[in-house]
């Protein structure tokens, strides 16, 4: 385990409900690391408080119990070193593709002069193959190019990490494809550490080093963490000829569509197992097909491989 | 090519509309009973009125004259009671001018802060509720007794009558701003004045443009009345002082220019709503 970069440490958030009276718990008790250079996704069911995590994380929200560590920092509000991808782009529609980069750039470094923050955000539209686009409005750009204009407003800030709240959801399957493309390229370029929310088991095993599970909210908890076991050079097109890709996939959706339910209908883990999420590698057996007839459900060739219930926390 | 045609049959259609109530106008006011038997000598001093059932409202070519007549030589001072339309016209205008660049001063930045802060919205919720419906004539003893200048007096009244919507409009369109909009700012670490500037103001002006341009339309409709209450100068006092020297022509041709004075200030604020709009 290497150092933990971004130290999520027994993060609770509570709502006052409906009635104003009681209070509702979104989860309890989160614990887990990502580390630098690595790219987490976070998967569950609307209401498990996902992008709750992510809004503590950015410093919009602030945890009702527990804390978050990030480069050695208590995260005590918004910072120009996490930058947010927003699920609904957030362009400023009266400001072109440019200047909606330029007001990012501009509060990044006040004290650049115009034409070095022109300079600077060209450099970043260009990245995301928007130079030629740049004098339009949101109103005027396509979904996609709104949500490239809004990565390189997040990575014109030169953050130390990404987090991205369901960035492509809102997306056709064929513009989340190459922007998935271009998250992949921009990644291998910069290293950046990313946290990101996703609705799709297919884009958490494109993207991601490690994918954590959350149980159904309300009171909802991180099931465990899979470790994405697929090469690190992976691309769309391949994705689904890779020897682990069927078990992994199908982990996830097992949890998804059964286990996130039942977990949540269960009573919570003892504290002790909550600081330390087990870590799964879902991996194909040798065993082909039609051999693992013993083998329960539909996910016949999977196997999960339980390795250390006690990986590390950062102290 | 359908909407050229639809923009030319609607001009054909608003001409043959003008030509309908001109002539209407025309047949209504020109004198066609039967003549009246009386003395010559006092037929000639009574005039087509007495003699031929004449109305003694102007037809359309008399008003016309006379609007010809305002419009060659607008700018002639003679005197306290006879004065070019064009001077009582920007008279009227410097009032509402003034009245209303006072209130947008003062709308905006409370505005802003009722937005902005729910208690200081709530705290002044009652006061702004109460001040609204009063008509601004209202005022008009009190800014008398109170300022003791007709003509500024006029201009508080200009004042308080613009202020409402303005001030309403402002702060319901920072109240809501787009909470992604003000998440960007924040992890941007944008402070509070380049937020308001940067993100809120752009984010609210076309709902503010909308309370500006509400503000200038009431403005121009009291200033006739307030003008008429105060005297002296002014498109209002024109209007009442040629009913008092009853000359209805001049009247007609007055009403005349306050419409296309309205329509060209509405037509301003227009164009700065168009100026600050965004497509989303």
Redesign the interface.
């Known amino acids: 385990m290497t150092t933990a970069f971004i130290s999520v440490q027994g993060l609770t958030r509570r709502f006052p409900d409906v009635s104003g009276r009681g209070e509702l718990t979104v989860f309890e008790d989160l614990w887990f690391n990502v580390a630098e250079g690595e790219f987490a996704c976070i998967i569950g069911h609307s209401g498990c408080g996902k992008s709750t995590i992510l809004n503590i994380l ?3 929200d602030t945890p009702t119990d527990g804390h978050i560590i990030t480069a050695g920092k208590h995260v005590e ?4 070193d ?3 991808i ?1 699920q ?1 782009h ?1 362009l ?4 072109s593709a440019l200047g909606n980069v330029e ?2 750039v501009a ?2 470094h006040p004290d650049w002069t115009r034409r070095r923050v022109r300079e600077h955000a060209m450099k970043y539209l260009a990245l995301v193959h928007l130079d030629g686009s740049e004098a339009k ?1 949101p ?1 005027q750009l396509s979904g996609g190019m709104k949500q490239r204009v809004g990565i390189a407003r997040a990575l014109a ?1 030169e953050p130390r990490m990404l987090l991205m709240d369901e960035p492509f959801s809102a997306l056709d399957a064929l513009t989340r494809g190459a922007l998935q493309d271009e998250v992949i390229a921009i990644r291998k370029a910069t290293r950046k550490t990313v946290f990101m929310i996703t609705h799709d088991v297919d884009e958490a095993l494109l993207l991601a080093d490690k994918i954590l599970l959350m149980t159904n909210g309300p009171k909802a908890w991180i099931a465990e963490i899979v470790e994405n076991t697929l090469p690190r050079e992976r691309s769309r097109a391949e994705l689904h000829k890779l020897p682990n890709y069927y078990p992994l996939r199908n982990h996830l959706i097992e949890f998804l569509v059964t286990r996130s339910r039942e977990m949540a209908a269960s009573s919570a883990p003892a504290p002790a197992e909550l600081r330390s999420p087990p870590l799964v590698r879902p991996i194909a057996t040798f065993a082909p097909y039609g051999a693992a007839a013993s083998a329960p459900g539909p996910e016949a060739p999977v196997v999960a491989t339980r390795l250390s219930a006690a990986h590390a926390t950062a102290a | 090519m359908t909407q050229k045609w639809l923009g030319l049959r609607a001009a054909l259609l608003s001409l043959a509309l003008c030509g309908l109530v001109l002539g209407t106008w025309s047949l209504a006011t020109s004198g066609s009973g039967a003549p009246v038997k009386m003395d010559p000598e006092y037929a000639k001093l009574m005039g087509a009125t007495a003699t031929h059932g004449k109305s003694a409202m102007p037809g359309p070519a008399e008003v016309g004259a006379k609007l010809w007549q305002h419009v060659k030589d607008p700018f002639y001072d003679k005197g306290t009671n006879d004065k070019g339309i064009g001077i009582q016209l920007a008279y009227s205008i410097a009032r509402v001018g003034l009245g209303y660049l006072l209130a947008v001063a003062v709308a905006i930045p409370i505005g802003f802060l009722i937005g902005m802060s729910p208690l200081i919205g709530r705290a002044l919720d009652p006061f702004i509720q109460v001040m609204k419906p009063i008509s601004p004539l209202a005022w008009m003893p009190l800014a008398l007794y109170t300022i003791k200048d007709s003509s500024i007096s006029a201009i508080f009244v200009i004042f308080i009558c613009s202020l409402w919507p303005m001030l309403i409009n402002t702060a319901f369109g920072v109240a809501n701003v ?1 909470r ?2 003000l ?2 700012a ?5 402070g509070p004045g ?1 937020t308001a500037w ?2 809120i103001l ?2 609210a ?1 076309p709902t503010i443009l909308t309370g500006m341009r509400i503000s200038i339309g009431i403005a121009w409709l009291v200033i006739v009345a307030a003008e008429m209450l105060v005297g002296g100068t002014g498109i209002g006092y024109f209007v009442w002082n040629e009913w008092n020297n009853l000359s209805i022509t001049n009247v007609i041709a007055a009403i005349l220019f306050i419409g296309v004075v309205g329509m060209a200030l509405d037509q301003l604020m227009a164009w700065l709503q168009r100026l ?1 709009a ?3």
Do not use: C, H, Q
């Open positions: 950015a410093g919009l509000g918004p910072s120009l996490r930058a947010v927003f609904g957030a400023m529609p009266w400001l007001l990012a509060s990044r409005k109103a800030i | 787009r992604d909009w998440n960007v924040k992890t941007l670490e944008m380049r940067r993100v752009p984010a002006a600050v965004y497509a989303d």
